[in-house]
């Protein structure tokens, strides 16, 4: 599968919106089927100097789509300017070919060498294994469980608190 990794631009919104609302994202996400394409255009504009956000872009017969986002955001105060987190999904028809790890291995590139970061952090559903696996591999450790920590589909979910150390 070729594709190409680039900073995020406004007219992504609309493909955006349109992942975080599919089935088989929406779930592991922060995603709810109601979501307006306006509020990413919104969350786009409202990126600061302090946050990294890289989509995936696919070209099929011509046209081109994204296909995935990963964000890094790093944290504003001044003791915990050294920290960041970081959000990921794939459109459900290209998962498993190597897209994800693509987009996370650009942004701890931005993080390690050019941020210099100390500690990246993420939260995962507890067993959404396919993220576990792809942090795990990438040097991410679960710090801990978060018990009720998100409402999804009908119920209050466990997950679990990650962070990857660059000492
Ligand atoms: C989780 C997600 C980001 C992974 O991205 P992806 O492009 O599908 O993953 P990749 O193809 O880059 O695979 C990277 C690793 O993920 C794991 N993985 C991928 N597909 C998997 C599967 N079907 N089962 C188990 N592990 C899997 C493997 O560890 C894989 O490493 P490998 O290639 O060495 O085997 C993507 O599936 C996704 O967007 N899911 C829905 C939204 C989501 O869960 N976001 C994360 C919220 S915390």
Same mark, same amino acid.
């Given at each position: &599968? ?11 919104? !609309? ?24 509020? @990413? ?13 890289? !989509? /995936? ?11 995935? !986002? ?12 050294? @920290? /960041?987190?970081?959000?990921? &999904? ?5 998962? @498993? &070919? ?5 987009? &996370? ?5 931005? /993080? ?24 795990? @591999? ?24 990650? /962070?990857?150390?660059?000492?």
């Amino acid at each position: &599968m070729d594709f190409i990794i680039r900073p995020v631009k406004i007219e992504d919104a !609309v493909f955006i919106n349109e992942i975080r609302r599919q089935d088989g994202v929406r779930e592991n996400i922060m995603g709810i089927t109601s979501e307006r394409v306006t509020r @990413s255009e919104g969350f786009i504009t409202g990126l600061t100097d302090n946050d990294h956000m890289l !989509v /995936a872009e696919v070209e099929e017969e011509g046209v081109k789509r994204v296909v995935g !986002v990963a964000t890094l955001s790093v944290n504003r105060s001044n003791r915990v300017r050294h @920290s /960041a987190s970081m959000g990921i &999904m794939i459109k459900k028809e290209y998962h @498993s &070919m190597g897209i994800g790890r693509a987009l &996370m291995t650009s942004l701890i590139d931005i /993080a390690d060498n050019w941020l210099m970061l100390v500690r990246i952090e993420l939260g995962v559903f507890t067993d959404n294994e396919k993220a576990i696996n792809l942090y795990k @591999s990438l040097g991410f450790e679960i710090e801990g469980t978060r018990k009720y920590a998100i409402i999804r589909n009908g119920k209050y979910d466990d997950d679990y608190l990650m /962070a990857r150390y660059n000492i």
